[in-house]
Structure formats: structure tokens, C-alpha cells
């Protein structure tokens, strides 16, 4: 690969749309003088649109001091395989390799000497350039030779898809770099936030450039709103709402042309969320695994699965959510067999131990939950290893902590309990340092501290009891006051209340369950309790009354 100059007709540099006029100017202002890394991404629903912006790009890049790179230059100049076939099952071909490896190295320089703007094209052009590529090979017969150019599409995607992911294990080192914009096809978006999620998250913007007025294809639908998946307790933005309401109204039409696996989750996800009815939220349920097998890679399968198991466990159908969760673990096991290597199947495998682990916790059988929990353990450990940055794999491995230091305690291990709250704690406290404002990583380490803090209650060490309580006491708090609407928050402080009365004396103990109590009489007249959280109140006021 070097850097080159891509020319474009001048009819074609100065087209007149408001949308891609708009969009120009903001990565001007971006690209322009760049102090330091950024992710810039770029969908493009048409060839025209596609050109003007390189074309611009070209022409603006002589006037800046630094050297721009078009990425990856086409075709790739491979060594002659010999490739008589091409099967479409096999993980990870040769050719493959080189080109991510081609691909890698250019943008990850070992000692990079200047700051560059790096162009990369994973668009609608790949296919072709990737044929092209592939057809300077002795005698190419892809495996279904009928339609070379639909072999070259299948593996454009599968290029796109493994890039997109190895880009994203190789932020800390994309960070050494210059900013880098990342054109891609306009139905790109729920893809590339799946597989990219940390430089998605991170990113300096992304657009949009369609075709306006013209005779040129449009999509079948606008793009979806931005938006990732609700964890315990998290926010639901307007986007997950209107995400929600476009996956219903699909659906009740019988139109599911335009949706995405990726729509159908977040769907799932907001009317969990929200607490609707346990028929509709099943019927999403079965929506999204339709719609996986339907049109959905293997990965979209295992996560519909997954999905589909969480239902099923929420709905306390145990036997369900087990079958559900095996079918997504064998999946995930046999792309991990197949690619070892490869950072995204050792995460969803990691998933998927700690799934099937939380139905054997369940259901009582704590061997096999410790033994499903310690594989997931040691997959997060090799991940969190290899990329310390990545604050997703950390919290993973601070969870897969948690969870057996759950076991511990259930078999009556307080030391062994105690020792793995602790090594989450230190991973946790690391994240929330990180990003304070990130109420999920804050929630996490406020229920480390009351974890901590019920293995001294119950070892008798009152006063360490104390202190981890009112550490959790103070983050609970800091949440419920953030968000007097979300349940989850609320019931946490009314949790965190009721443990530092059992560690306190005379007032100050009646003075935390008044506080508790009246939280769950305020959440009891909005009926936003379910059956055993109602059961509280008279707790609450019995305790009150001794």
C-alpha cells in the first residue's frame, strides 16, 4: 500500500447537496489540524456521493502539511496462491490473512515517524476491488463459480467484519496514529457498533450521505438513531424508544425488509426495560431469532439465542433459557475452534460459560455454575491481558470475579468469597476512575462494596461492615438522585438503607429505614414494585416499630 491520489471528475468534486455539503465541512474542520487520534466514520448509500468525498478529500489534502493515506490500495498485491477454491466455510483463508495483515501494518506502523490521515474504504466498492484482487490469482475458481462477483461480495463482508474487529482490539495502538475516517456502506451502522464498540463509542462523529432528489438507489428505510445495548438498570434514551417502536410497526405490517438482528435486540432490550408484558417481549423474542436465521450471519444467531435465553431466564423458565443459551455456546464454540486467535469468538464464548453458568447457579448445581464460571474466567483473563485499554473486557473479567466469589459464599467459603470481591473491586474501582460519569461501571462498584461488606457482617467484623456499606451507601445515593424514575436505583438505596440499619445503633438505624421506607411507600403508589419488593414495606415498618 502507499499513498496515492484518487481523481474524480470535477462535475462530480462540486456536486450540490445540502446533506454532503454539511457533512464535508464538519470533517474539514476535523481533518484539517489534527492534534491527536480520532475515528471518523462515513456511510455511503452511493457511488456518486462516494467519489465527490474522496475527490474533495484529494484536493484539500494538498493544502495540509501532513500526508494523507487512501487505505487499502486496490488491488492488493498478493503472491500467487494458487487458489483453485474457495469454501465458503473455512474461518479464515490464506488470502485473508494477508490482506488484514497488508492492511494492519499499514496502519499500525511499528515506529511511526508523522502523523497521517489514514482513508480507509470498507464501502460498497470492496467487493470489486477484492475480485479484482483475487482474479489476478492463477486459475481462481471461487466455490460458487457460476457468479464470481457473489463469492467476492460474500467475502468483502467477512473482510469487512474481521477488520472492522481487529481495528477495534488495536485501539491503544491506533491511538500512536493520526485520525482515521472509515468509509463504509450506508446499512453498515448496527455492524459496525457490534463489532467495533469501543472505537464506535469513542468516535468523533459519523454521517450519513444519501442521495437527495435524484434517480440513484435509496435504502428501504432511513438509518436507525445510534444507540447500544441497555444493561441492568441502564438508561433508555429516546433512540432505544424510537428503535422499539420501528421494530413493532415492521413487524405488525408483515415488512421485515430494512431490519437488522441488531434493530431486533435493541428492540428487545427497551421493551425489557421498559416492563412490558411478558407475551410481547417474548414475541420480540422470537422475532429476532426469526429474523437471525431468516438473513443473519452465524454471530447474529448465537446473539438472537442469547437473547432469546435471557427472556426466557427473566420469565423464570430455567429448562428454556438453558436450551436457548447451549444452542448459542455451541456456536460460539465451534467459530472459536475454528479461529482461536480471534478476539470477538473468545468474548462470545466467554458469554456463553457465563450464561449457561447463571441457569446452574439456579437451579442449585454450584459445581458445575463454579466450573462454567471459571471458563469464562479464564477466557476474560487472556482477553483483559492482551488489551488492558479495553474497559469492556475489564468489567467482563470484574463480573466473571463477582460471579464466583457468588459461588464461594453460597458453599460457604467466606475467605475464597472475600478474595474474589476484592480482585473485582480493584477492577471496578480502576473503571470508575475512568469515567465517573458512567453510571453503569458506578452501580458495579457500589454493589462490590456491599458484597464485600456482608462477607465481614458475616465473618462478625462489624466495623469493616460499616465502612463497606456506607462506600456502597454513598454511590447508591449519588444514582437515586440522579434518576428518582429508575427503579432499579431506587430499590438499591432502599437495599443500601436496610444494611446499614442492621450495622447501626438506636437513631441513626431508625433514621436509614425511615429513609428506606419511604422510598418503597413512593414506589408502591406509582405501583412500580413487583410482588417481593411490596413484601418490604411491612419489613421495613416492622423493624421500625421494635
Known amino acids: 500500500m502507499t499513498e496515492h491520489a484518487l481523481s474524480a471528475p470535477p462535475a462530480v468534486a462540486n456536486l450540490e447537496n445540502n446533506e454532503f455539503e454539511a457533512a464535508w465541512q464538519r470533517l474539514l474542520l476535523l481533518l484539517e489540524t489534527p492534534e491527536h487520534f480520532g475515528v471518523m466514520f462515513v456511510f455511503t448509500g452511493n457511488d456518486l456521493l462516494r467519489q465527490a468525498l474522496l475527490s474533495r478529500l484529494e484536493q484539500a489534502a494538498t493544502g495540509w502539511a501532513l500526508a494523507v493515506q487512501f487505505l487499502p490500495e486496490q488491488p492488493w498485491k498478493l503472491p500467487d496462491l494458487h487458489l483453485t477454491a474457495l469454501d465458503s466455510t473455512e474461518a479464515e483463508p490464506a488470502w485473508l490473512r494477508l490482506i488484514l495483515a497488508d492492511c494492519l501494518n499499514t496502519l499500525l506502523p511499528a515506529a511511526p515517524t508523522a502523523l497521517r490521515v489514514g482513508i480507509l474504504s470498507l464501502d460498497g466498492n470492496l467487493p470489486l476491488a477484492l475480485h479484482t484482487a483475487l482474479s489476478a490469482q492463477s486459475a481462481w475458481?471461487?466455490?460458487?463459480?457460476?457468479?464470481?462477483?457473489?463469492?467476492?461480495?460474500?467475502?468483502?463482508?467477512?473482510?469487512?467484519?474481521?477488520?472492522?474487529?481487529?481495528?477495534?482490539?488495536?485501539?491503544?495502538?491506533?491511538?500512536?496514529?493520526?485520525?482515521?475516517?472509515?468509509?463504509?456502506?450506508?446499512?453498515?451502522?448496527?455492524?459496525?457498533?457490534?463489532?467495533?464498540?469501543?472505537?464506535?463509542?469513542?468516535?468523533?462523529?459519523?454521517?450519513?450521505?444519501?442521495?437527495?432528489?435524484?434517480?440513484?438507489d435509496m435504502p428501504t428505510l432511513p438509518p436507525l438513531p445510534d444507540a447500544k445495548r441497555i444493561t441492568t438498570g441502564g438508561e433508555i434514551t429516546p433512540a432505544h424508544r424510537e428503535i422499539l417502536v420501528h421494530w413493532q410497526q415492521r413487524q405488525q405490517a408483515g415488512n421485515t425488509k430494512g431490519l437488522q438482528v441488531w434493530d431486533g435486540i435493541l428492540a428487545l432490550d427497551t421493551a425489557r426495560a421498559l416492563g412490558l408484558s411478558k407475551t410481547e417481549v417474548q414475541k420480540i423474542a422470537q422475532q429476532v431469532v426469526a429474523l437471525a436465521y431468516l438473513r443473519g450471519s452465524v454471530r447474529e444467531q448465537m446473539m438472537a439465542q442469547n437473547a432469546l435465553g435471557d427472556v426466557a431466564r427473566d420469565n423464570g423458565e430455567r429448562e428454556s433459557a438453558l436450551e436457548a443459551y447451549q444452542i448459542a455456546f455451541k456456536?460460539?464454540?465451534?467459530?472459536?475452534?475454528?479461529?482461536?486467535?480471534?478476539?470477538?469468538?473468545?468474548?462470545?464464548?466467554?458469554?456463553?460459560?457465563?450464561?449457561?453458568?447463571?441457569?446452574?447457579?439456579?437451579?442449585?448445581?454450584?459445581?458445575?455454575?463454579?466450573?462454567?464460571?471459571?471458563?469464562?474466567?479464564?477466557?476474560?483473563?487472556?482477553l483483559a491481558q492482551h488489551d488492558a485499554a479495553n474497559t469492556e473486557w475489564q468489567r467482563d473479567l470484574s463480573v466473571s470475579h463477582d460471579n464466583i466469589g457468588d459461588i464461594h459464599l453460597a458453599q460457604g467459603d467466606l475467605a475464597g468469597a472475600l478474595l474474589s470481591y476484592r480482585a473485582s473491586l480493584t477492577l471496578r474501582e480502576r473503571l470508575a476512575q475512568h469515567d465517573a460519569a458512567n453510571t453503569e461501571w458506578q452501580r458495579d462498584l457500589s454493589v462490590s462494596h456491599e458484597k464485600i461488606g456482608d462477607i465481614h457482617l458475616a465473618q462478625g467484623d462489624l466495623a469493616g461492615a460499616l465502612v463497606s456499606f456506607r462506600a456502597s451507601h454513598a454511590i447508591f445515593e449519588r444514582l437515586a438522585l440522579h434518576d428518582a424514575a429508575n427503579v432499579l436505583w431506587q430499590t438499591d438505596m432502599v437495599v443500601s438503607c436496610w444494611k446499614l440499619a442492621e450495622v447501626s445503633q438506636g437513631e441513626e438505624a431508625k433514621g436509614f429505614l425511615r429513609r428506606g421506607l419511604a422510598i418503597l411507600e413512593r414506589l408502591a403508589r406509582e405501583d412500580r414494585l413487583n410482588a417481593e419488593q411490596k413484601g418490604w414495606v411491612q419489613l421495613f415498618r416492622d423493624a421500625l416499630a421494635k
Open 331 to 382: 456456536i460460539a464454540q465451534v467459530q472459536h475452534t475454528a479461529a482461536p486467535d480471534n478476539t470477538l469468538w473468545q468474548h462470545d464464548l466467554s458469554v456463553s460459560h457465563n450464561n449457561i453458568g447463571n441457569i446452574q447457579k439456579a437451579q442449585g448445581d454450584l459445581a458445575g455454575a463454579l466450573l462454567s464460571y471459571r471458563a469464562s474466567l479464564t477466557l476474560r483473563e487472556r
Open 141 to 216: 475458481t471461487p466455490s460458487d463459480s457460476s457468479d464470481p462477483i457473489q463469492a467476492s461480495i460474500r467475502w468483502a463482508h467477512l473482510l469487512r467484519r474481521e477488520l472492522l474487529a481487529r481495528l477495534n482490539e488495536r485501539r491503544t495502538q491506533l491511538e500512536q496514529r493520526g485520525p482515521l475516517l472509515i468509509l463504509l456502506p450506508l446499512d453498515a451502522t448496527k455492524q459496525t457498533a457490534e463489532l467495533a464498540p469501543d472505537l464506535w463509542t469513542v468516535r468523533l462523529t459519523s454521517h450519513y450521505l444519501q442521495p437527495q432528489a435524484t434517480n440513484m
